[in-house]
């Protein structure tokens, strides 16, 4: 598809030209100082949910004991050192809501979306630098309201990251349901109007301003990995928004699309002919994609970390492609598995085992290629290369209790318990998390001119790993024991006295694991400024974005834009002496692109 | 003083940290660290990774040996027997799966870590392989699909009938109410707008004008007859609750505007899971945590607590507001006749309103 065309920029080449620090580093446009703005972001609002993951870790490992930490952080909220049970409900809530859409959706999607696409299909910028800062800068500001909303009077929104009405509507039902519930809803609004700009404006230069011979089946697996996943979000979002705004309406304008035979504090409501199970349909029309929208660029990442690092194409091209594609397809229809026992029509039920099932095909087809592509592999074990690989075990555990948690019956003793908590934080919390990672680890060079420390990272690695499997692993136990989530304690039935010493391992890996991700921070911001400067190709890759310098222009390169003439994974092709070939290398006398 | 010490420790662990980073680096000969991976880094790290693959199997088999204790025992309903073997094969078949895959995983990046001068082998893609491997998991899928159906719908396909005993479970913000049919198997009609009635003695809402309420009994114990059918209709007074029964492996939502409905049938009474096996040596070690627990009460002033006697669980199980963790009542699963005679001494609710 030509590219002449679509050429908006007026010099057709990259360029220094005067920037003020506000044009540079605070309004840019340029979609790499974008990236990092999300990274930020995103790395700030995690420490924020891995620090409340923290405090309702330790309530529930020892429940009836003070703390001075609680005092310390929580105030009014933790009288006496003993957190009050309103309180865990919002650290729950802002905890889900914080790592799903801050950390794993802007701060995943946003950052390698906004630094690769140009980069690795050959384009100058985005197709809108203008809708790009745009969209930065209201995750920004969702960002600022959400941490707001935790210091309202009456607490922040407190009803799951779910916020299922009737509890999320009604002030009376909750305190955190009153301004805390209104400010996160304003918050997720911003937020998705953001993503949503964000997802056209990847979906515009992906379609229109890749690089002369960059086709689609040469497009590196990132690539994919992001368009697709903008799509569904495009697909989806707007229909939590709708969730939300109908909710808004709910709560204050009197409306009854959620609500219907409510007696509250002592009185009879207004409310008729609504329902709750609408609610859980819009939302989860939205959630279920969304997790995929987690996943998918994580999985992207992983597949261009294992090829370049095992210096062997990735296995399976097209079969990749087709599981991203399927994968996102069938995401949209499978939305009912989280609600079997919400009371709709068991056929329901039915219908949403089958398509659920059938989403796993080719989540395992991807699992299968990434081990096959290990094979005979000459493995370079950075650290990027370790998350990848340890995403990869992380996401065969977890996928694989989803298939018990898939099927209806199944879920009738699991549904809401730990059961499906430790599965989704192997698939999300750890995985996609991995994803975040290895990504920084393997693109630091490229965002900040300089190297990572390998060794921290072999260290923030391997404890990390082990933490997660000691925190996730045993919880499955508790969840078929039959304790439910969102339980501020369990002390309240002797029956689950037994699951104490569980809870214990699980908190004490938990606060290992936390402590592990200060040396990842304190790697991080060092590098950023002491770490050894990077050459422009450090880890010997095949895609565009390591051919343009290191130190970072408008436009991207300083010439014109490489041509591309073969795909981006020639690692160790027979007949050449350097065990890799970038793409805007052209094909030698004799050789053949590999017809795939 | 405590928060002071903990962020001073850490904050020294990070000055360390950097310092011991830097004095290593000095230490290391004229070649500065490139920070990418060496043959010693793969070596290593691939070693690390064939060890964390035991690492995962002694994870998985320690779990099993220490905590399958904690596992619900055999299932108290009749459904509940179909559940768990569905469950037993889902799980044999996804663990197969993890052992071999993981293992596949771990092995290959220990096998293959990386050496100055090797070659990896160009090996791009293989259809027929990858049609194997996406058959295999389709059929396994669909026969999992279709004995999960199967099952699925024998289980939700609630039929009306004259034999079972109909009874609504009425959830609220923090607490449980039961209401039963009475002679004639039919619940009157109700609704929250009838809470007002009678003083506050109309717990659930009935409608008077509804004859079919008066022979209602309300009461906040459930007590069940082994061996017949229990239909419950769900409702809820404010917000979502769920009605979760884990021994019976029963579950359903409590929607207020809604009335949703799950059945089944107890096969096993209360006395009789007393004397379970695996229910005894539960017990005996809930009771050993809590004679623990009493002797610290005791010695700061505290009363003991009492020693627990299994009860079947009645749990909340949809987030519901500060108190969803203690929303309580009882269930008695007992022979038709202590039924019988205990339904007899509750009150109806024509007798309530008097």
């Avoid at chain 1, 003793?413 to 698939?427: E, G, R």
Wanted: proline share 4%.
């Amino acid at each position: 598809m030509s590219t002449e065309a679509a050429q908006v920029h007026e010099e057709d080449h990259g360029h220094h030209h005067k920037e003020t620090f506000v044009t540079k580093y605070i309004f840019s446009q340029d979609h790499k100082m974008i990236s990092k703005q999300y990274l930020i972001t995103g790395l700030f609002m995690g420490i924020i949910g891995i620090a409340m993951s923290l405090l309702f870790r330790l309530q529930l490992a020892w429940p009836e004991q003070p703390f001075g930490i609680f005092e310390v952080l929580l105030g009014k909220w933790a009288p006496d050192g003993v957190m009050d049970p309103n309180v865990y409900l919002a650290l729950v809530t802002i905890h889900g809501t914080i790592m799903v859409f801050f950390v794993l959706t802007a701060g995943l999607s946003g950052t390698f979306s906004n630094l690769l696409i140009p980069l690795q299909i050959g384009a100058r910028d985005m197709a809108s630098g203008l809708l790009n800062m745009i969209s930065y800068w209201m995750f920004f500001v969702s960002s600022v309201v959400m941490v707001i909303s935790l210091f309202v009077e009456a607490g922040p929104a407190a009803a799951g990251w779910t916020i299922y009405p009737p509890l999320s509507a009604l002030p009376q039902a909750q305190p955190g349901s009153g301004t805390g519930m209104t400010l996160w809803l304003v918050s997720m609004a911003i937020f998705i109007a953001s993503s949503l700009l964000g997802s056209l404006n990847y979906i515009v230069t992906v379609i229109n301003l890749r690089t002369k011979g960059m086709s689609m089946t040469r497009l590196p697996l990132t690539i994919w990995a992001f368009f697709v996943t903008a799509i569904i979000g495009v697909v989806s979002f707007p229909v939590l928004l709708s969730a939300a705004l109908l909710l808004i309406m709910d709560r204050s304008f009197g409306t009854s699309f959620f609500l219907s035979d409510i007696f509250i504090q002592g009185e009879v409501l207004h409310y008729q002919g609504g329902s709750p199970v609408l609610y859980e349909h819009l939302f989860w029309f939205l959630g279920h994609p969304e997790v995929y929208i987690v996943l998918l660029p994580a999985l992207g990442i992983t597949s261009e970390i294992i090829a370049t690092n095992a210096r062997k194409p990735i296995f399976g091209y097209r079969a990749m492609v087709a599981s991203i594609l399927a994968i996102a397809f069938l995401s949209t229809i499978v939305w009912g598995h989280h609600m079997f026992i919400s009371g709709m029509n068991p056929f329901l039920g039915s219908v949403f085992t089958f398509t659920t099932l059938l989403i796993a095909i080719p989540s395992a087809v991807k699992a299968f290629n990434y081990i096959t592509t290990l094979w005979k592999g000459n493995l370079q074990l950075n650290p990027a290369m370790l998350f990848s690989i340890g995403l990869v075990s992380t996401f065969i555990t977890g996928g694989l209790t989803g298939i018990i948690l898939g099927d209806s019956t199944l879920d009738i003793n699991v549904h809401d318990t730990y059961f499906v908590v430790a599965h989704f934080h192997l698939v999300m919390g750890i995985s996609a998390l991995y994803g975040l990672f290895a990504g920084v680890y393997h693109w630091f060079p490229k965002m900040f001119g300089r190297m990572m420390n390998k060794n921290l990272g072999y260290l923030h690695f391997w404890v990390t790993a082990v933490c997660a499997y000691g925190v996730f692993f045993p919880m499955h136990f508790i969840g078929m024991a039959g304790l439910p989530r969102r339980y501020y304690t369990n002390t309240a039935f002797p029956y689950f006295d037994d699951l104490a010493d569980i809870n214990v391992l699980i908190t004490v890996f938990a606060l290992v694991a936390g402590a592990a991700q200060l040396v990842f921070l304190y790697n991080f911001i060092h590098s950023m400024f002491y770490g050894k400067e990077a050459e422009m190709n450090p880890w010997k890759s095949n895609t565009l974005e390591w051919t343009a310098p290191v130190e970072h222009m408008h436009g991207n390169w300083p010439g014109e834009i490489p041509h591309v003439h073969r795909w981006a994974y020639d690692y160790s092709k027979p007949g050449f002496e350097e065990d890799f070939i970038p793409q805007h290398i052209p094909l030698k006398e004799g050789e053949e692109e590999l017809q795939h | 003083m405590n928060v002071l010490l903990i962020f001073s420790v850490l904050v020294l662990i990070a000055i360390a940290l950097w310092q011991i980073t830097k004095i290593f680096e000095l230490s290391q000969e004229k070649k500065v660290s490139t920070q990418v991976a060496n043959d010693k880094d793969n070596d290593l790290n691939g070693k690390l990774m064939f060890a964390f693959l035991i690492f995962i199997y002694v994870l998985t088999l320690y779990s099993f040996w220490a905590y399958s204790d904690v596992l619900l025992p055999e299932a108290a309903s009749e459904h509940g027997g179909d559940y768990d073997q569905l469950m037993w094969i889902s799980f044999a078949l996804i663990f197969f799966v993890q052992t071999v895959t993981q293992a596949l995983l771990h092995y290959f990046s220990y096998k293959y870590r990386g050496e100055k001068g090797k070659k990896a082998l160009f090996y791009a893609d293989n259809d027929k392989l990858e049609m194997i491997w996406t058959i295999i998991p389709v059929i396994t899928l669909a026969g999992l699909i279709l004995y999960g159906l199967y099952t699925w719908t024998d289980i939700m396909t609630v039929e009306e009938n004259d034999e079972a005993l109909v009874v609504e479970l009425y959830a609220q913000q923090f607490n449980w109410k039961a209401r039963y049919a009475g002679n004639d198997g039919v619940l009157g009609d109700a609704n929250v707008r009838f809470l007002q009635d009678f003083d506050g003695k109309n717990l659930v809402g009935i409608d008077a004008t509804d004859p079919n309420g008066f022979d209602d009994v309300v009461v906040q114990e459930l007590h069940l007859p082994v061996g017949r059918e229990v239909i419950f209709k769900m409702r809820s007074q404010d917000v979502l609750h769920s009605a979760y029964m884990p021994h019976f492996r029963a579950q359903m939502n409590c929607v207020p505007g809604m009335i949703t409905e799950f059945a089944f049938t107890p096969k096993t009474t209360t006395e009789e899971m007393r004397l379970n096996p695996e229910m005894i040596a539960k017990v005996k070690k809930i009771n050993k945590i809590r004679s623990e627990k009493s002797k610290e009460l005791v010695a700061s002033g505290d009363t003991a607590l009492d020693p627990y006697e299994f009860d079947y669980l009645l749990l909340c199980n949809k987030i519901c507001g500060a108190s969803h963790y203690n929303m309580q009542m009882k269930i008695i699963v007992e022979s038709e006749k202590e039924y019988e005679k205990w339904i007899a001494e509750q009150q109806t609710f024509a007798e309530v309103i008097q």
